[in-house]
């Protein structure tokens, strides 16, 4: 996508293009976390289901900010955001919610996956930006990981016991 839009920021046109193209990958990839753990909030059932449809509801917020400020962070760049449900799906490298999962340890074990896979690519993602000299976006990708591990241990703790 380039950079269709100018702006005053002192990063090199071609590296602000590569970040761009980070952050809409992102995006997508935060984008498609946050609708998988509002759709295990609607639908996780079992004797857990009170506290696991709130704590899904408070994660779900959590990423949902993440998403915002990743779309800001890409346009102030001079990027255009690509943030439609379609353009989600189309390019997320979340690992789709398994069909016919509700019971609750069983949404919690598929949702610590896909948290954990974007943990992941989150950690890359601060590698690329810091590589490219952008330590704004590295400290925006820093934020999103400790947020998404933080996540990731409420996950894992209702795993273990």
């Known amino acids: ?44 059932k079992g004797p857990n289901f009170i506290a696991l449809h709130k704590l899904f509801d408070e994660l779900t917020e959590t990423v ?36 016919n ?6 949404v919690v074990a598929a949702l610590a996956d896909r948290y954990a896979a974007v943990g992941k690519l989150t950690r890359e993602a601060i590698d690329k ?3 490219l000299g952008d330590k704004d976006t590295a400290d925006l990708f820093t934020s999103i990981s400790r947020d998404i591990d933080q996540a990731l241990y409420f996950l894992e703790a209702h795993l273990h016991g």
Not at 3 to 18: G, H, L, M, N, Q
């Open 1 to 44: 996508m380039g950079t269709p839009f100018s702006t005053r920021i002192d990063i090199a046109a071609d590296k602000r293009e590569k970040l761009i193209a980070l952050l809409n990958q992102h995006l997508a990839d935060t984008f498609d976390l946050m609708s998988q753990t509002k759709f295990a909030h609607w639908n996780v």
């Open 64 to 99: 949902e900010d993440h998403v915002d400020e990743i779309a800001e962070r890409l346009t102030a760049l001079g990027g255009v955001a690509m943030g439609t449900v379609r353009h989600a799906a189309a390019a997320s490298r979340t690992p789709e919610f398994p069909a």
């Open 101 to 106: 999962t509700h019971k609750g340890m069983d």
């Open 129 to 131: 930006s810091d590589a």
